[in-house]
């Protein structure tokens, strides 16, 4: 028996600083300067756009409007590097913290 595989047809476009990336049919990708930033998904119809957190930015009727306020909602975007800044430390300890906890099991389950 053989299996066929098709992979979808990966398309890339830049529009401005943005490049867009149709991963698959009704599902694109946007990055700006390598990082990615957002994505629109067409769901009965419409377009629906959520950023680079997942968060829903809105329904839209047509992709260039879709694209349009994603752009949109990332220039208006007001983040704070000094209020992101103490997540990432607390990230970090707690997986080093983890990490240990994990280690210290692996070497006293044999005597447990």
Same mark, same amino acid.
């Given at each position: ?28 990708? *946007?990055?700006? =300067?390598? #990082? ?6 067409? !769901? %009965?119809?419409?377009?629906? +756009? ?26 208006? *975007?007001?983040? =704070?590097? #000094? ?6 430390? !607390? %990230?970090?300890?707690?997986? +080093? ?16």
């Amino acid at each position: 028996m053989t299996i066929a595989m098709t992979s979808p047809e990966v398309t890339t476009r830049t529009v401005g600083r943005m490049t867009w990336t149709t991963v698959d049919r009704g599902f694109s990708v *946007a990055s700006r =300067d390598g #990082e990615y930033v957002g994505c629109i998904d067409e !769901v %009965a119809g419409a377009y629906v +756009v959520r950023d680079s957190r997942n968060t829903p930015v809105g329904r839209y009727p047509t992709i260039d409007d879709a694209r349009h306020a994603l752009r949109d909602a990332l220039e208006t *975007a007001q983040i =704070d590097p #000094e209020r992101e800044e103490p997540w990432r430390r !607390v %990230a970090a300890v707690t997986a +080093v913290v983890a990490g240990g906890a994990l280690l210290t099991a692996g070497v006293l389950a044999p005597w447990l």
